[in-house]
């Protein structure tokens, strides 16, 4: 990978859990390494309670790590303070969900829009970029419609333009189809793995679905800690 550039790094990743009273700690990282590199599909797999969703939040700076680093660009985001740390999350990575946490006060749109208006974007253009987000999804028409007006695969369709919606290096998606019917699975990873393609975006894919992983560039195994490739 030296030829290619890599827009995320984890070195020595370690994190543990207390497991309760006269328990050993729950060690669910232990000393896991991981390169993304530029415009790449990676999906990582794994049986239930493996640590695929700890690990993707520390990736994404949502929660930190008992030692190891997170690199991205180089630059090593466990250092951060938390306004700095959310500012660069907002900025730089875009996240998707099982659970689409829209904001049920908001319309398709304004909730496409926020992470623009957060970062200081004109209103003006803030919408006019989340009406082409929308579009792109083939949502533009229930744009005036609020998150219990829409049908799970429209929502999830709409968190996905969200989290594109600053032009981020990278998506982090864990299990964005873990609610969905087969057809609606079909129409969200169709359109998820399309995202590379259509705006250049890397994605890093957390799923317990092996038929699902099988759509990517690499597959990696969260096991014991580690990641293997399969």
Do not use: C
């Not at 003006?124 to 744009?143: H, M, N």
């Amino acid at each position: 990978m030296s030829d290619t550039e890599i827009v995320l790094e984890a070195k020595d990743l370690r994190k543990s859990f207390p497991a309760g009273p006269g328990k050993d700690e729950l060690h669910v990282l232990e000393g896991l390494n991981l390169e993304i590199p530029k415009g790449s599909i990676t999906s990582i797999i794994g049986s239930s309670g493996s640590g695929k969703s700890t690990l993707l939040h520390i990736l994404g700076g949502l929660d930190t790590t008992d030692s190891g680093d997170v690199l991205w660009g180089g630059k090593n985001i466990t250092d951060y303070k938390p306004d700095d740390l959310a500012e660069f999350r907002n900025r730089y990575i875009g996240f998707v969900f099982q659970f689409h946490h829209l904001l049920p006060e908001f319309t398709a749109l304004e909730n496409v829009a926020m992470p623009a208006l957060i970062a200081g974007t004109s209103h003006k253009e803030a919408y006019k970029r989340a009406q082409e987000l929308l579009d792109l999804f083939g949502i533009e028409s229930r744009k005036g419609h609020r998150p219990t007006e829409l049908s799970g695969g429209e929502q999830q369709r709409v968190s996905m333009a969200r989290a594109l919606m600053n032009n981020p290096n990278i998506i982090l998606a864990d299990e964005p189809t873990g609610n969905l019917d087969q057809e609606n699975t079909n129409i969200i990873l169709d359109q998820l793995f399309e995202l590379r393609e259509a705006v250049g975006v890397s994605v890093l894919l957390i799923t317990h679905e092996k038929e699902i992983a099988e759509r990517s560039d690499r597959i990696l195994n969260l096991k014991k800690g580690i990641l293997e490739p399969l």
